[in-house]
């Protein structure tokens, strides 16, 4: 019984969390190519830098953003 009911508190909370990422997606405020296209330059770059040792190509600055606290 005790597990039945975390198993299905599970499917709960996943399919919430589904719904509520899929509406952030498609809202009229979100920049979702800009971040796509964010996530896909950064993880370029850092591919570069990475295999620029052994394929002889020049190393890659990777940009991070600061925090600041």
Do not use: C, D, Y
């Amino acid at each position: 019984m005790g597990s039945n009911f975390v198993g299905q508190m599970v499917v709960v909370l996943t399919g919430i969390i589904g719904v509520a990422i899929i509406a952030t997606l498609v809202s009229k405020n979100a920049q979702t190519p800009e971040v796509v296209n964010s996530f896909f330059g950064g993880f370029s770059q850092a591919l570069n830098a990475a295999t620029g040792p052994v394929t002889g190509g020049s190393s890659a600055r990777i940009n991070m953003p600061s925090i600041q606290f």
